[in-house]
């Protein structure tokens, strides 16, 4: 996310921008009450700033003393003070995808608070399937970001997480999301954001935001950008897949915001579709918060897309369709003048206040003092604690997936291997590991530094960057690795080759780095290991099929910590457990799925493959879900049911239901009583202590529904060599064992539904119940 200056914005438009968004936010004096101060005469006692009463009574008190000016004036990001009335301008653009970032305007690192704790980038993170982690990420992220606001230099409002679906393997901005599976991205979203918000009841800790809704994911392809970009996608897909995530993060996680996305779906602009926002967000999953635009989305609709004819109409447009607070100037520029001309009310504008301000006064900017908030204690001591960065070392290390492992060549021996050669681009990166939407770190562990607390090292770069031109340094990365025990290469990409508004042209290793691996392991003495740092997939087919590479990492972007979680891997301190969150594709595939078509299901009569491991059944470098480990897991299901019956709800139901079409509704069942629980026995086989995820995958009845299997469920477990655990995973049926159909409709097939764990499989019948129905 990032303003997209328009330079058909007039002088004047600049000029209003300036003074509304730059100004107030220097001027911002640290710890001072954002509103109700109780020292101030004048506002102390009214309505709105009295905590005993209820927070709608506070709301619409504080609506009815604003003018229609002041109202216009907070419609946007960096909402203008209310002197009168003892209420501070406030910057809501914040950023906190895997730490508090200085991305936005709304923080500022320096004096008490020189960094914040950065965390593995979210790819990275999403690796680990671990639920309870990311919600524990989260509120580490939270405290802090409380605690800078408390020191003036940070606010409450955090545009975070990015939970839209890792559908195409260039996107540059992949690197931000949880991956490709809607379940998982789903799952993600609820935790990080719940961790985020930290609710006692509706009181927020900070307010998170899931964004970019819906179907973004696509920068800048091919000459396709994504303020221009129409995204055409069926109804199946996005009640199947992009909608996934967002509906999880408001109804499980209850986010207090969403965010509206640049590009248009199927004609229109998704900050002005009715539909997208007032419909759905609001109405159907019902969103107790805000719903902003990704940042200049307003005037991007207008001026780019062209979608209206004047400002007036794009300004009516977007609030009418549900949006409340508007990333960019637009709305502060052109509300007064869509109300003069009749297109909007100002009931319009107080009902888009009312969800904003409602957000404010669960944060409690409108309790008084910031210190009798329970957070209000929360300071300098309380970031880049010891505690936080040794979450940020252990979410590296459960974030690594080992792709290869030739003859045991992993762990290395600190007896055996007492000098290693490390090279490549990424070998003693700082800032490279942190990836995109990052802060400023507490400190960095380099691979190099990491490795070197191991061995003793040989360090030479082979390439002065990840676009590696040339091959002058190859010689002296080719001599260290022959004199070396051990060889680690430390390869891959940086924001230079995928970030936001820079999509990939290619899947293979830039420049000359595929031959400097090749080169360093035909002349290496001892082992080869190459660690890929990225956030996208990378196709190292050449690697996979080089004998002379003994084992492969994926790292993601690690975070200030990545190099010593790498190097703990390295040397079997940490047996890896990651899991890879998407599908690493050939780069042949680039060539059958334009980026710029969004459908996720195989069309065979044009030669288009499909998307992602539910729908792509090509091949693949490495599939959804892989990654090795030191240890060897077994399975067996202790307790599953066979059999499950479907009661439907009425008469009615029975009428209108497609049991002719063996697949009831969800709407016209009882979703609440639908559950079963899987009980896995697992057991480590092998002779080091490690950490599994199951993975629970369904597949549905044969016939018409899609054979492909789908991630239902995961769970992440720790045995110590020769232990046994037993793992209870919860299926929820409307949601899990579901389909949607073209007309998108989720239904339940009736019949045979098979579950595969690893190499289990388990078939549950379901079957529709007649004799439940209330005549």
């Known amino acids: 996310m990032a303003y997209k200056y328009n330079t058909r914005l007039p002088f004047l438009s600049f000029f209003f921008f300036f003074f509304l968004v730059c100004i107030p936010f220097y001027t911002v004096e640290s710890r001072a009450p954002f509103a109700c101060d109780p020292r101030n005469g004048l506002t102390r006692s009214l309505k709105f700033c009295r905590v005993n009463v209820p927070i709608h009574a506070r709301v619409r008190d504080l609506i009815g003393r604003l003018t229609l000016q002041e109202k216009i004036r907070l419609l946007v990001n960096n909402a203008a003070a209310v002197p009168r009335l003892g209420i501070q301008g406030y910057e809501w653009w914040s950023e906190a995808l895997h730490g508090v970032s200085n991305v936005g305007p709304g923080v500022k690192f320096g004096g008490a608070f020189p960094g914040a704790t950065s965390f593995p980038q979210v790819i990275t993170t999403a690796a680990s399937f671990n639920e309870s982690l990311w919600e524990q990420i989260g509120r580490v992220v939270s405290d802090e970001a409380r605690a800078m606001y408390n020191g003036g230099l940070a606010g409450l409002t955090y545009w975070s997480p990015n939970v839209n679906i890792f559908r195409d393997p260039r996107w540059g901005r992949g690197q931000e999301t949880p991956g490709e599976d809607p379940i998982l991205a789903g799952k993600y979203a609820a935790s990080y954001v719940k961790g985020l918000q930290s609710m006692t009841g509706i009181r927020l800790k900070v307010a998170a935001c899931c964004k970019h809704y819906t179907a973004y994911d696509l920068d800048n392809w091919n000459g396709v950008d994504r303020y221009h970009f129409n995204a055409m996608v069926s109804k199946q897909d996005l009640e199947d897949t992009y909608d996934v995530p967002f509906k999880a993060c408001v109804m499980e996680g209850k986010v207090a915001s969403v965010m509206c996305s640049y590009n248009q779906v199927n004609g229109k602009p998704t900050c002005a579709?009715?539909?997208?926002?007032?419909?759905?967000?609001?109405?159907?999953?019902?969103?107790?918060?805000?719903?902003?635009?990704?940042?200049?989305?307003?005037?991007?609709?207008?001026?780019?897309?062209?979608?209206?004819?004047?400002?007036?109409?794009?300004?009516?447009?977007?609030?009418?369709?549900?949006?409340?607070?508007?990333c960019g100037p637009f709305l502060a520029i052109h509300t007064q003048n869509a109300i003069n001309k009749g297109l909007l009310r100002e009931e319009d504008v107080n009902l888009?206040?009312?969800?904003?301000?409602?957000?404010?006064?669960?944060?409690?900017?409108?309790?008084?003092?910031?210190?009798?908030?329970?957070?209000?204690?929360?300071?300098?001591?309380?970031?880049?604690?010891?505690?936080?960065?040794?979450?940020?070392?252990?979410?590296?290390?459960?974030?690594?997936?080992?792709?290869?492992?030739?003859?045991?060549?992993?762990?290395?021996?600190?007896?055996?291997?007492?000098?290693?050669?490390?090279?490549?681009?990424?070998?003693?990166?700082?800032?490279?590991?942190?990836?995109?939407?990052?802060?400023?770190?507490?400190?960095?562990?380099?691979?190099?530094?990491?490795?070197?607390?191991?061995?003793?090292?040989?360090h030479q770069s082979g390439c002065g960057d990840v676009a590696c031109n040339g091959n002058q340094q190859f010689g002296a990365a080719v001599a260290a690795a022959r004199q070396a025990d051990a060889t680690i290469l430390v390869m891959g990409l940086d924001q230079s080759i995928e970030a936001e508004f820079r999509d990939r042209v290619g899947l293979l290793l830039p420049g000359h780095q595929q031959e400097l691996v090749s080169r360093v392991a035909r002349a290496s003495k001892g082992p080869t290991i190459l660690v890929l740092m990225s956030g996208g997939p990378i196709d190292v087919s050449f690697a996979k099929n080089d004998p002379r590479v003994g084992a492969m990492l994926w790292v993601g972007y690690p975070g200030q910590a990545g190099g010593a979680a790498i190097a703990d891997v390295l040397f079997g301190t940490t047996n890896p457990g990651g899991k890879l969150p998407m599908t690493w594709y050939p780069q042949s595939y680039l060539a059958k799925v334009p980026m710029i078509n969004m459908g996720m299901r195989p069309d065979p009569s044009r030669g288009y493959p499909?998307?992602?491991?539910?729908?792509?059944?090509?091949?693949?470098?490495?599939?959804?879900?892989?990654?090795?480990?030191?240890?060897?897991?077994?399975?067996?299901?202790?307790?599953?049911?066979?059999?499950?019956?479907?009661?439907?709800?009425?008469?009615?139901?029975?009428?209108?239901?497609?049991?002719?079409?063996?697949?009831?509704?969800?709407?016209?069942?009882?979703?609440?009583?639908?559950?079963?629980?899987?009980?896995?026995?697992?057991?480590?086989t092998g002779t080091m202590d490690g950490t599994h995820t199951i993975l629970v995958f369904s597949s549905p009845p044969a016939g018409k529904w899609s054979s492909n299997k789908q991630l239902i469920g995961f769970e992440r477990v720790h045995l110590i060599a020769g232990s046994q655990k037993q793992v209870m995973i919860n299926i929820h049926v409307c949601k899990h064992l579901s389909v949607v159909d073209q007309f998108g409709i989720r239904r339940i097939p009736v019949g045979e539904h098979d579950l595969h764990i690893g190499d289990l499989k388990h078939s549950i019948s379901l079957q529709a119940n007649l004799e439940e129905i209330k005549y």
């Open 610 to 684: 499909g998307r992602t491991y539910r729908f792509y059944k090509g091949p693949v470098v490495f599939p959804f879900g892989h990654g090795l480990s030191y240890t060897s897991f077994s399975h067996s299901l202790f307790q599953a049911p066979k059999q499950l019956s479907l009661p439907l709800t009425s008469l009615h139901t029975l009428k209108n239901t497609t049991i002719s079409s063996k697949a009831i509704r969800v709407s016209h069942t009882n979703c609440d009583a639908l559950s079963l629980g899987l009980h896995i026995d697992v057991r480590n």
């Open 352 to 458: 888009a206040l009312a969800n904003t301000i409602t957000v404010q006064m669960r944060l409690g900017m409108f309790d008084g003092e910031p210190s009798a908030h329970p957070y209000g204690n929360l300071g300098p001591r309380d970031v880049c604690t010891p505690a936080h960065q040794q979450l940020a070392l252990e979410a590296a290390r459960q974030g690594i997936v080992l792709l290869e492992n030739r003859g045991r060549a992993l762990p290395l021996s600190r007896t055996r291997h007492r000098t290693v050669a490390v090279i490549g681009p990424n070998s003693d990166v700082t800032v490279a590991m942190i990836g995109n939407y990052a802060g400023i770190a507490c400190s960095y562990t380099t691979p190099l530094q990491g490795i070197s607390r191991y061995a003793k090292t040989i």
């Open 273 to 326: 579709d009715p539909i997208l926002l007032k419909n759905t967000i609001r109405g159907e999953w019902r969103l107790n918060g805000y719903i902003v635009s990704d940042c200049d989305s307003v005037g991007v609709l207008y001026d780019n897309q062209h979608y209206t004819s004047t400002p007036e109409e794009a300004a009516a447009a977007t609030i009418k369709a549900g949006l409340d607070l508007d």
